[in-house]
């Protein structure tokens, strides 16, 4: 099938060697390659010192991109006005990005958008490596800050990162791409990855990229515990769609609440919420909730004081990696602000209502789930050696055992039990130093000409991958947050709670956000949040 396309200049590379025939006015590539052929438009054509050359295409289903048509002699293809591109190509050649020739500069592919494969895209030196990032969403989501996002303290814009922001080379480099779908497995004999495109699920359009590195940085799922009816009816909060989705449960909920002919039974439930999880994100968006209900609820649906309640449940103690103090601290300010702690394992999830393990029954209007993270799908279907736990095994240098050229970091990487240390905690600050570390491993191996598939010997073995706890901080509402910076849960040292720390903890975020864009985003929706209250638009 022939795809045309405008273009006022061919100039890029491409993968496939042949000669061009440069009669009549044409080119095209012999020896049943894909034939690419260039109508003139006026003036002077192409040179026959450019005859022999070489040209470089991307088909991702039926969509082509043609790059560069360049010739191997110091004449470059020029056209001097618009020529109109005509390119076919068989389907054996469709759906691919073919592996890179010597010349060209090793590519490295990089699965998943979040902090630990973007912060490795960050850092990876795009003059010694094509970027290629296959990912579900384009965006990286500062997770610190998403409960703030669900009740309309920031704007959802606030805390997504585009990827070509955060690695420009995706956007602007000849041989760097950023491809929305979803790795299906990984052929590590041939150094490929086979996916699917995201949102395309009818057609199941797949495509295959080879690799010269593969950093595996594909993440985890929020933990189910094999609860029936969890998946269905709770939404986790883990994405911006997912703060989306709360956001707009809640406020459906507070106008359904007005209909006339609601029940009272009715009315209490659809204004109850309910918290699954009290770690860190469930204690926070509990406590942006009682905050969004007692200073902005209360004001603008005066009606529903009395019925709207937030209910917290955790089967152990909640903020459990926290300083005692601080825990008790966090359990007073909660309960003082109107949050009902429960103690208790829920068994089952039924529309409208939940279950425990002691038979009682809680009714609620909006479920939201923050038990954890465990391996995904993906991860558990992969046939590589695993750390306990079910991650994807990595020694001291993050490369997965056994396998060439491939790395795992984030939350689907663990130490395997050879290395001798413990699988690191599921955390943000644990997968970005992962992926700053693995960036600056990469950058060396490739100065050193070890970055195309099988050469990595040559660059021989680097410093390991040292984590270094820096402590942990979570708000609980109302102006208050907990610091507590010891390097471990045995250790001692400096710990707070109160108004300070939710200034420490406001000043280390807003810092710590990606580009200057989104810190001007989130101080902005701060001050407008303080001055002019939450935003309560359903939309």
Known sequence: MALRYLARRICASCALPAFFDCSRNRISLRDGFPSLTALRSSGEFFSSAAAQGYCRYLSIGNSILVRQLQSQSATSIETSHEAEIVVSMPNKLLNSLPATKPGEKPRVVVLGSGWAGCRLMKSLDPKIYDVVCISPRNHMVFTPLLASTCVGTLEFRSVAEPVSRIQPALSSSPNSYFFIGRCLNVDKDNHQVHCVAEGDKEKGQTFSVAYDKLVIAAGAEALTFGIRGVKEHAIFLREVSDARDIRKKLLLNLMLSDIPGVSEEEKKRLLHCVVVGGGPTGVEFSGELSDFIKSDVHRMYAHVQGYIHVTLIEANEILSSFDLG???????????????????????????????????ELPYGLLVWSTGVGPSAFVRSMELQKSPGGRIGVDEWLRVPMVEDVYAVGDCAG????????????????????????AKELNRIGKAGGGHQGTASRAGQGSPFVYRHLGSMATVGRYKALVDLRKSKESKGLSWAGFTSWLIWRSAYLTRVLSWRNRLYVAVNWATTFVFGRDISRI
Do not use: C, F, M, N
């Open 415 to 438: 130490y395997i039990e050879t290395t001798g240390k413990s699988v690191l905690p599921a955390l943000a600050q644990v997968a970005e130093r992962q992926g700053k570390y693995l």
């Open 326 to 360: 601080l825990r008790q601290y966090a359990i007073r300010h909660l309960t003082k602000a109107g949050v009902h702690l429960v103690k208790g394992v829920v068994k089952d999830v039924q529309p409208g209502k939940l279950v425990l393990s002691d038979d009682s």
